[in-house]
Structures are given as C-alpha cells and as structure tokens.
C-alpha cells in the first residue's frame, strides 16, 4: 500500500466536486446539533467548551500486564466512568458530550444561547463536579485500579460547529479558538484551570476560587470543600447528587461484570465498529495524529461568510484525504477527527514492530504528501496551512465505550499520549517520532530523522513521499545505466530498470568556479 | 521550420553569415528535432531570439517520482553556432537550483553536465537533441536527489571541479595515480619542457 499523487488529486477533485455549497448560520435558538450539523450546514456557536482528563488511564492501559482481572477492571472502569461523566454532563448540567477523546472529555455548553455568564458558571461548576465526582464515587469503586485525578480545562467564545459526512461515522468538529485553548490549558493531574474569557464571565462568588497564573491569562482553580461545592451547586441550580451517582456506578458494575468483558489481541485489522465493552482489543500498536497547524487562527481571521466558506470547505477537504490516506492508502484505522486534527492507529501485521512504524511512518509521510502537494494544488488558498504529526508506538488498548448510541472508538496507552504530546510539539511540516519508532525503522526512512532536543523526539521536515523515493536513489554509482519514461504529464528517471524505459549512461556532473 | 520561427519576431537584420538553421540541411534538422521531441517533451517548444538569430528551446521539463509528484523546472536550451556538431547549453530558467559550482551550475545558470571531453552528444545521431535532453532531465533529477539526501549524495558520480576533474578524467583513462598526472601535467599541455633539452 503506498500514497500516490494522481490517486490523492483524483479524490479530492471527487469530494470538492461533491461537497455541495457550505451554510454557516449563528445558531440562535436551541436545537439538537447532532441533528442539525452536517458536512455542509454549519452553525456559529457561542458557548463553553470543557476537557476533563485521567491521563493515568492510558499509563494502565499499556503497563498493565500482570493479571487478567486488572486490564479487565481497566476496562469496566473507563466504561463506567464514561458513562456516568456522559450523564452528569449531559442530565445534571444540560450540556453536550461532545466525544472522549481516549480518556479526555470534551464538552460544550451553548444553552442559553449567547448567555456567556451562565455558560462559564456551567462550565466551571462542571470541572468542580467530575473532580468531586473523581474523588468521592469513582476512586472509592475502584481502589484496586489507583487513585485517579482529573485535570481540566476550560474557555468560553465562539466556534463553528460541522460535522464529518460519512454515515455511520459521524461525529461533531468544533472550529475556532475556545475550542481548543479550553485542551491547551490542561495542567498536570488535579489540576482545574480556566481561560481569562471565562474567568470574566463568571460570578464574582465563583472568581474568588480562581487564581490567576503568573500573566498567562490562566486562571488555576481552588480546591473547593465538598460542602462548599454542594451550597454553589444548590445556589446555582444544579442537581448533582454524589449518592445516586454511587447507586448509578454500582448499578453499571453489576450490569459490567468483569467475567464478560473480554480482550484480546487481533490477528487482523480491527472492526472499530465491532468493538464493546463485551469486545475489546489490546494490541501492540502505533498511534498516529495529524493535526493543521495554523488552522485555528485561519478560521478565526476569516471575517466574511464567504472566508469562513472556504476556510470549511478547505477543512473537509484536508479531513477527508487524511482520513483515506491513514486507512485506504495504508493498512490502518482512522480512529477519531478532534477538531481539525485525525487519529490513526496502526497495528498490524501482529506484533511485528518493525512493520508496523514502517507502515505508521509511510502513512505520516503520505499525509505529509497529500497536505503539501495535492491539497495545495486543488485548494490554492490552503497555501499557508500545514501538517505536523506525532508517532509513537506501544501496547494500545483499543475498544468502542460510554453510553448506548453514544459510544467513542477510543484508544487508550502510552503510546496515544505521546504521539498526541510529539504532534502538539511539532510545527508545520514535521513528523516527529519516538526513540522507539525511530530504531524500528529501515535505513531509507531513519536517515531522514535527527534527534530534536526541543521537541523531544526524533523529527523529519517536510518529508514527502518524492523525496523519500529520491533518497533512495542518492547511491547511484558513476558508469550506472538511468532509465527513463516519459509521457505527456512528465519525465520519470530512476536507477532501477523499469519496463519500456530508455537507458543511458549519466556524464559524470562538472563544474568550473 | 525557418519560416515559422521567423514569424515570431520582425525578420532581422542579416549580418552577411548564414546560420546553420538558415541552410536547408539545418532547416531540416530543425523539423526532425522538432517531431523527436514532442512526444517526450512537450513542454519545450522552439523558437528564435531574432536579435541575436538565436535557436533556442524553451519550457519546462516536468520530472515525476514514481509516486507521481511533478516538479516542474523551467529549461532552456540555446543552440550556438555550429549546431549540430556541437551540443546545446542547458539552462536552469525558473532557479529552481543554487546556481553554484558544488551543484555543477555556473553563474548563469547553465548546467555543467560534463566535462567537453567526455560529452555524451552524439552528433551524428538522428536522435541525438532528444538524448541530450535525456541527460538534461536526468541531471535535474540528479539535483532533487542531492536535496533529498539527508547526507547531500550527487548520484550517478562527478567529476573534481577545474582542472583536477582532467586530471581525474586522465588518470582514470590512463590507469595511474593522480601524482604521476599532476606532475607531469605541464609537460602534457606543452607549457613546460624537460630540463636540458
């Protein structure tokens, strides 16, 4: 399986093609946005977005080795921890989950519509919950798995809601600032911080938990006693009751039992739409993501409808080839689009790590390909976006949790979190890799990585597919025949011989100062 | 072919020399060129500086990797007077390359394809413009595979830059040691005579 550029150009002439004409209206009235978001009916939307994180989940999910019931308790936790989180956001705070990111939540509050205070009270009110939540129901039903801390972040603005097209596999992107700055500000474990947008929208009680970090505009929240948080909760309306919380966890363990959850490796590609909690996988795997940079700042620059048209339609386009290139050009899954970025996981065949990076690698570099060549020459006004990519691979958990009809594909390990941190890490145009990547790959590929101390990781810049291939040829001894075709779209020369191609002998290159 | 080409400026003022396009043989080796490279080379299309009564070929030489990304670099060939017993001047057009001696270039960003005595031209062969633009594609790919290179490879091999690529070229042909041709360098090109005679 390979990128080819004919193929890229082909398809995403077919979707521009097909894409239909992009509306993007302010949301003004409450509406049920899984529903109304399609690729092409987008919404302005003025709201709260939450993350809410146990990073310690993806740590288990790979070093967890010893024995049978933990992994299986792993998994029965993060499902009912999912669960429960989905209804405290959705049930108590009236909210959307949006999707599990792995572990990682992310939510939107937009009703009332255009009400920041109210939005930021829910959002705040919110982080305060799943910590409580964390801490008194889930950690005390689950003292064997360790004791979980969540982190969380969270920013109120502007964004715009669409939606990736393929039925079946559809899920919610959100666009603009707020909704990435609220992932951005995550801290370590335990730790709840907010954006100075949200900050100042909140009620002066609610600031008075809140202290600001040095003069990055973030603002850490205080550790609220729990009595203190249920008389916010009983000022501000909100229903959450740690008890029934318990009863519901309780109820979901019972209905979870360990002895039918099962694991597994995988001898072939995943079906990530026959995964459960019944069916899960855990496999030796590379995670892969892919994100635009600079892709925030051009859709918030765009001004007129028709910017912010074209900025969508530049999104789709660039999101759709990344999700055929990780899954049709090469033998992997498309796990998950967050925002304007894609996750890929690559695992097979089975165990063989070697051919498993070296597949995740050529998939980095056939995005790379697409992002720099083909996109580009289809959708001239992407010219200033580009791709940054992290790889890394270890034991992945991989399985399809949470609520019924609202279940995530959801990788889980270390692997997953160090790709993420690599490619958050990385500018446009550089994939970076982990040392354990970087020794598993072939001589044609490793040469084109150097060790960057800055970023953490081994990186390759602007690495195409054509200077992969190119590379290759740099051994060419003199006296060697090159052999060439041509046709009308070009001239091919290579130091391989290739059928119908014409033979010479290259002079040996001279040069006069 | 002649005529053609003239309609693309105001006929020019003759000096009294006959170029070699303007004899009938030339005239003819100009429209076989012309259908020899079409096919293959496109993009590259003849025409004349009727200043300087100049045959030049102009356009852009698409190179494809096998993954069938196109780089497109602007070319120009300028055929000098004694066309076809002696080869075109190849030209990076677009600076597409550092137009640099370490990457075979001079300033003007003709191409050093060769040192003159081991040209590949042919010029007895019918086919010998569409062999040479071979080699010219050949040492374009040979520039987006030094750039690709992590350790900046010139593959297919080169020669020393000046004089040491003769005398590279020399030994080589002769089968002794760059010593023995750098001494007796002198002597080979006549400045210098044995002590005595």
Known sequence: ?513 | MRELLYLVGPTPKTDGRTRWFERDEGDERLKQDRALIRHDYPDLKFGMNWRHKKIFLDGTITLRAECGIPTRIKTRLVFGDYYPAYEPVAYDTGNMFPHIADRHFYVDGGCCLWLPIETQWRQQEATALHSFLDQVATFFERQLIYEASPDKSWPWGQRRHNIAGYIEFIQEALGVDTFLVSNFAGLLSGKDHLAGC
């Open chain 1, 1 to 513: 399986m390979s990128w080819n550029y004919d193929d890229s150009l082909e398809r995403i002439g077919k979707h521009l093609d097909s894409m239909g004409e992009i509306e993007i209206e302010k949301l003004f009235r409450e509406a049920d946005l899984e529903t109304l978001l399609t690729e092409t009916c987008c919404r302005e939307i003025h709201g709260a977005h939450v993350y809410a994180d146990i990073s310690t989940f993806a740590r288990i999910a790979t070093e967890s080795v010893a024995d049978n019931d933990e992994y299986k308790r792993l998994i029965q936790g993060v499902h009912i921890y999912q669960r429960e989180v989905s209804r405290i956001v959705e049930t108590i705070f009236g909210g959307l989950r949006i999707h599990f990111q792995g572990s990682k939540l992310h939510a939107l509050f937009y009703r009332p519509i255009d009400d920041t205070r109210m939005l930021a009270t829910k959002a705040f009110l919110l982080l305060l919950v799943l910590k409580d939540f964390v801490n008194s129901v889930f950690n005390p039903s689950y003292p064997l798995l360790g004791n979980f801390s969540i982190a969380g972040g969270a920013d109120v603005g502007d964004a715009i809601g669409t939606r990736n097209g393929r039925r079946n596999d559809r899920e919610l992107l959100f666009l603009g600032a707020c909704a990435n700055y609220a992932a951005k500000i995550i801290s370590s474990s335990g730790r709840l911080r907010i954006s100075k947008a949200t900050y100042d929208a909140l009620p002066h009680d609610l600031r008075d938990l809140c202290e600001e970090i040095d003069d990055d505009e973030i603002y850490q929240v205080d550790s609220v006693p729990q009595k203190k948080l249920d008389e916010l909760l009983g000022k501000y309306e909100i229903e959450w009751d740690r008890e029934k919380s318990q009863e519901r966890v309780d109820d979901d363990k019972r209905a979870h039992p360990l002895k039918d959850i099962e694991y597994s490796s995988a001898n072939e590609l995943i079906d990530l739409d026959a995964l459960s909690i019944w069916n899960n996988k855990r496999v030796l795997a590379v995670s892969i993501f892919g994100d635009i940079t600079g892709f925030t700042a051009y859709i918030d620059r765009a001004e007129s409808d028709d910017e912010k048209r074209k900025a969508l339609r530049v999104l789709h386009a660039i999101r759709k080839e990344m999700a055929t290139v990780v899954a049709v050009d090469f033998n992997g899954l498309r796990v998950q689009f967050q925002g304007d970025r894609v996750q890929g996981l690559y695992h097979m065949p089975k165990d063989e790590e070697a051919s498993i990076a070296t597949e995740a690698v050529e998939a980095a570099i056939g995005l790379q390909s697409s992002m720099e060549k083909t996109i580009k020459e289809k959708l001239p006004e992407a010219e200033e976006l580009q791709l940054a990519v992290g790889v890394d691979i270890d034991t992945t958990l991989v399985s399809k949790l949470g609520t019924r009809a609202h279940r995530d594909r959801i990788c889980l390990g270390s692997a997953v979190e160090n790709a993420a941190k690599s490619e958050e890490k990385c500018s446009g145009g550089q994939i970076g890799v982990s040392k354990r990547i970087y020794e598993a790959l072939p001589e044609r590929l490793d040469k084109h990585f150097s060790y960057d101390s800055t970023i953490g990781c081994y990186v390759a810049e602007n690495l195409t597919a054509d200077k992969v291939e190119r590379a290759e040829k740099a051994a060419a001894a003199a006296g060697a025949p090159a052999f060439i075709t041509s046709n009308k779209s070009g001239v091919t020369v290579t130091e391989r011989e290739r059928e119908g191609a014409r033979t010479i002998i290259p002079g040996r290159s001279y040069a006069e100062d």
